[in-house]
């Protein structure tokens, strides 16, 4: 089973029909498995997509234990109202959603800039939802306050920019693109870096060179 994935084509959508291919139940928890949906699952760092299908709430969205390729996205819920065949309408919670997407978007952004300095050397993991999004930076020396409000500055001097931000897929490999910044990414994101708006930088030092940046949007 294969589900496609409408949020690939269609981030700002909020409604779609789709096809139950499959009902489930993963430790006690039954999920449907749809062939087509916008829910994005919880993966990559992102949390997951909340809203309603036929008016039944979902819970979570996940992928197989056994398999994180999106190959089958699975909508944990209550399943008595379904059975396999059955058409059904969903539908997204688009101020998640939209949060979500601006806060991804302006993490890349952070991360292309700071990677730039020679104190960085790599990404370690990283959450987005959508109150904020924190991420786990190796550096050969900790950010101080004041090289963080520099950072600050640069990554909102590129936003306001209004870049636009597309995706891009190589080889199988989805990347996300905005000017001259490139990554790989299979999350959601705005279409252009002027709707993620100000965002605001916190840091905290965990020691061994991790620096935990959290972001946040000013209008939240």
Same mark, same amino acid.
């Given at each position: 089973?294969?589900?496609?994935?409408?949020?690939? +084509?269609?981030?700002?959508?909020?409604?779609?029909?789709?096809? @139950?291919?499959?009902?489930?139940?993963?430790? %006690?928890?039954?999920? *449907?498995?749809?062939?087509?949906?916008?829910?994005?699952?919880?993966?990559?760092?992102?949390?997951?997509?909340?809203?309603? @299908?036929?008016?039944? $709430?979902?819970?979570?969205?996940?992928?197989?234990?056994?398999?994180?390729?999106?190959?089958? @996205?699975?909508?944990?819920?209550?399943?008595?109202?379904?059975?396999?065949?059955?058409?059904?309408?969903?539908?997204?919670?688009?101020?998640?959603?939209?949060?979500?997407?601006?806060?991804? +978007?302006?993490? &890349? $952004?952070?991360?292309? $800039?700071?990677?730039?300095?020679?104190?960085?050397?790599?990404?370690? +993991?990283?959450?987005? +939802?959508?109150?904020?999004?924190?991420?786990?930076? *190796?550096?050969?020396?900790?950010?101080s306050s004041e090289s963080l409000r520099v950072?600050?500055?640069?990554?909102?001097?590129?936003? &306001?920019?209004?870049?636009?931000?597309?995706?891009?897929?190589?080889?199988?490999?989805?990347?996300?693109?905005? %000017?001259t910044a490139k990554t790989k990414c299979c999350?959601? &994101?705005? %279409?252009?870096?002027?709707?993620?708006?100000? $965002?605001?930088?916190? @840091?905290?030092?965990?020691?061994? %060179?991790?620096?935990?940046?959290?972001?946040?949007?000013?209008?939240?």
């Amino acid at each position: 089973m294969k589900t496609e994935r409408l949020f690939d +084509s269609y981030p700002y959508s909020d409604k779609f029909t789709a096809k @139950i291919v499959y009902i489930g139940d993963s430790l %006690g928890e039954d999920y *449907l498995i749809l062939d087509k949906t916008l829910f994005y699952p919880d993966s990559g760092g992102q949390v997951g997509d909340s809203g309603f @299908i036929n008016n039944v $709430i979902v819970n979570y969205v996940g992928l197989d234990d056994d398999n994180n390729s999106f190959s089958d @996205i699975r909508h944990y819920m209550d399943v008595s109202y379904f059975q396999v065949g059955q058409s059904v309408f969903g539908c997204i919670d688009t101020t998640k959603r939209l949060s979500i997407m601006r806060l991804h +978007s302006a993490r &890349h $952004i952070v991360e292309s $800039i700071l990677s730039q300095r020679e104190s960085y050397i790599s990404t370690e +993991s990283s959450l987005v +939802s959508d109150k904020k999004e924190c991420t786990d930076y *190796l550096m050969r020396e900790d950010i101080s306050s004041e090289s963080l409000r520099v950072l600050e500055l640069q990554a909102n001097n590129f936003i &306001h920019q209004r870049i636009p931000i597309s995706t891009q897929t190589e080889k199988g490999v989805r990347y996300w693109v905005c %000017g001259t910044a490139k990554t790989k990414c299979c999350g959601t &994101h705005v %279409g252009n870096t002027a709707e993620i708006g100000t $965002i605001k930088l916190f @840091i905290k030092n965990k020691g061994k %060179g991790i620096n935990r940046i959290e972001l946040r949007l000013l209008d939240e």
